[in-house]
C-alpha cells in the first residue's frame, strides 16, 4: 500500500489544483470532490498511469470504468495514521477523512444544494396567474401566486437535467446596428474570427441557466470575464429579487451555485468571474464562491460606495455601499491592469525624470508592522557617498551607512525587501535626501503604469443614481428600470479585468450597462471587446435592446449586435390563442393545448370541457377576457426546444431560425 500511495500522490500533485496554496499539501478534500464529480483531469492523470489503471479501473467488454469507492476508499485508509501520537499535539476536528485543519476545508451546506433550479420567471414580479376549479362555486377561478420552481435532484433526476442542459434552438434572429429600424434586420450571417470563436455582440433573451449550457459548445474557455450583478434577495426596497420569494435564501444559493458552475466552464485559464453583491448574502455568496473557484482563486473584494447619500429606509445604518467579489479562473495565469491616475491624482505627481513623471514616497516604513522584530527581512542598511550621489547596499569606502530609524530614534524597517531595494537603486528609483548623519531615504513612485486598484472604491462617477437612473431615463425617456448599475463603474471594472480584444459575458443583462460600457471602452481605446448579455425578464426587448441600440446610434462606431431568444414550445399556443378570431375557435383549440401542449397541472380537463365552456358567463366574456383565461392554463415552466428535435415541423421554428441555430453551433 505504501508504494502505490506514493505512485499515486506523484501523480496527483501533477494537478496544481489539488495542492493546497497555504501548505503545499495534496488537498485530499478536492480529490475526493474530483472523483465525485468524475473530473476528467483526475481520470485522465489516473487512467493514464499504468498500475493506477489497474488498480482503480474495471474493464468491462473494451471499456474501462472508475471504480470511484474503491478510489475513496484507498485515499481514506492510505492517509490516516490511527494512532494517538498523529494527534497528540494537534488541536482541531477530525472525521473519517483525518482533520478538518490539514485538509484546509470549509463546507456550506443548504438544502436544495444537490439540485438544479431551473429559475423560469419572465417578470420581475414572478407573478403566475392561473384558473383553479372551485367546488363551490362550481366555476373556473383565476388565482395568483408566487411562482413554483421545480429542484431537480442531480442523482434522481440526472436524465431530466441533461435534458434541461442540452443545447435549444434559437428563433426572432435580428441583426442591429445604428441605422436599424425598431425591429432590426435580418440576419444575413454569424461572423467569426480564424480560430472560429465568434466575433459578434449579442443579446439572448431567455432562462439564463440553459442559455449559458447553449453557450458551451462555441465559447467554452473563451470568455475572458463573466461579470453578473444577480438579485441581491435582501430586504426592503433595495430587493431585487421580489419576483420570486421561493427563493429566499437557500434557493437563491442553488440559484447563484448553478449559474456560476456553468460560467466557470466558460472562462478562459487567465480568466475572471465577478459579482456584485450586498452585505444581506456576502458571506453566503464568498463561501459558495470559494466552494466553485477555489478559495485561493479569490483575488478581491471590493467595497464601492455607489450611494453617497445612503439608504434612507436601512432599519439600522443607512447602507451606501455594496461588493464586487472577483475570482481568477486560475490566479498563477490571471493578471490585472492599473487603473488611469484622475487628474487630482496627477496633480501629486509633480516631479519628473527621462522615464516618466513621479512623486517621492518615505522608504522607511511607519505605522504598525513596521520594526524589525515584526518584519526582520525588511531591516538592512544603504550606503550613500554624499561627494558621487551614489547608493548602493555594499558597504564601501567613503560611503555612509544609512538605517532606518525614526526621529524618535527607535529602529523601524524599509518600504520594501533588500533584492527588491537593489532594483530600484539599479533602476534609479531611489533617492537619498539630506546631510551626513540626517539622511532621508525615498522611492520614487511613478506614475507610467497607472496604479493599482484598491479595495474601497469611493468617487461620485460610481453614484448610481446620477450615472446609472438617470443616465437611462436620458436615453430612453422614462425610468423603466430600478438599480441600475453606475456606466463608469462598469468601464473601470473592464479596464481592471479585461484586453482590447476580450469577450465578456453578463448573464444577468438586466438594463444592459456590461454592454453599454464595452462599446463605451472600445471607442475610448480603438478596441474591439464582445459582449454576450442574457436577459429572461420580459424588459429585454423594451429596455436592454433599445438601450444598445441608442449606444450604437450616438457612437461613431460601425458596430452591431445580434439578438435572438431561446425558441420556447408554449410560445406557438400563445400565438395561436391571440389570433383567435372566437370563443368558437379558442374550444377548437382547446383539444390542440392539452395534447400538443403543456398546461398547469391544475388545470381539469374533462370538467373543462364538458362543463365549464358550455357555460353562459363564459360566453358573456369579452374575447380579449376568454384569450386570457386560456392564455393562463399554459405551463409557465415552459419547455424549451432541443436544438436536436428544432426540424419537428409540431414546433414551427422557421427554415431561416433553424439555418442560423445551426451556423451559431458550428454546423451546416
Known sequence: MNKLKQVLETVLRAESS?????????????????????DERLISLLIEHKELKGKFFIKIKDVYVFNIQDFKFFLDESRIDNSYTKYANIIG?????????????????????DCVLEGGQSTEEGIDAYFEYSNKSGKYEEKKSKRNEIF????????????????????????????????????????RDKTGLIQENLIIKGNNLLALHSL?????????????????????????????????????????????????????????????????????AGLLLDGVFGRENRVGVIAIETNPRGRSDSKFFATSHEYLLVYASNQEKAGINNLTLTKEQESNFNLEDGISSYRLLPFRRSGSNSTPKERPNLYYPIYFNSKSGEISLEKNVGFDEINPIDTSG????????????????????????????????????????????????????YDASSHGTILLKDMLGDKLFSYPKSIY???????????????????????????????????EDTGNRKFILIEQMDYIETVTVPRIKEVLKRSKSDDSFIYCGLAKWNEQAKEEIQNAKDLSTLIKLFDTLYEKYFLNYNVKIKEFKDKIIKEENLKKLTLAEQKGMFLTMLDLNQMYVQESEMSDKKYGISN??????KAFYSEK
Not at 155 to 175: G, Q, S, T, Y
Not at 249 to 270: C, Y
Not at 656 to 661: H, I, R, S
Open 656 to 661: 431561416e431560425d433553424q439555418k442560423l441555430t
Open 93 to 113: 476536528l477530525a472525521d473519517n477523512n483525518g482533520l478538518l485543519e490539514n485538509r484546509s476545508e470549509v463546507v456550506l451546506d443548504f438544502p436544495f444544494k
Open 489 to 523: 463603474l462598469m468601464e473601470d471594472i473592464l479596464k481592471i479585468l479585461t484586453s482590447p480584444n476580450d469577450t465578456i459575458l453578463d448573464y444577468h443583462a438586466g438594463s444592459g450597462t456590461t454592454g453599454h460600457a464595452v462599446l463605451n471602452l472600445n471607442q
Open 216 to 284: 458551451k459548445s462555441e465559447f467554452a474557455g473563451k470568455i475572458k470575464l463573466v461579470y453578473i450583478d444577480p438579485p441581491y434577495n435582501t430586504e426592503g426596497a433595495a430587493n431585487t429579487f421580489t419576483y420570486n420569494n421561493t427563493f429566499n435564501h437557500s434557493t437563491w444559493l442553488t440559484f447563484v451555485k448553478n449559474r456560476a458552475e456553468i460560467a466557470k466552464v466558460l472562462i478562459k485559464d487567465d480568466g475572471f468571474f465577478a459579482l456584485a453583491i450586498d452585505h444581506a448574502e456576502l458571506f453566503y
Open 18 to 38: 489539488f495542492i493546497d496554496s497555504e501548505s503545499g499539501e495534496l488537498n485530499y478534500a478536492k480529490v475526493k470532490d474530483s472523483a465525485d464529480k468524475i
Open 410 to 461: 527607535g529602529s523601524r524597517v524599509w518600504r520594501q525587501s533588500k533584492k527588491r531595494c537593489e532594483e530600484a537603486v539599479k533602476n534609479g528609483d531611489l533617492v537619498v535626501k539630506g546631510e551626513s548623519k540626517k539622511y532621508s531615504v525615498y522611492l520614487k513612485d511613478r506614475i507610467k503604469d497607472g496604479r493599482k486598484p484598491k479595495t474601497f472604491w469611493s468617487n461620485p462617477k
Open 152 to 191: 431537480f435532484n442531480q442523482v434522481l433526476a440526472h436524465d431530466e437535467i441533461d435534458r434541461l442542459f442540452d443545447r435549444k434552438a434559437l428563433v426572432n434572429w435580428k441583426r442591429f446596428t445604428k441605422d436599424s429600424k425598431k425591429d432590426g434586420e435580418a440576419l444575413k450571417e454569424i461572423k
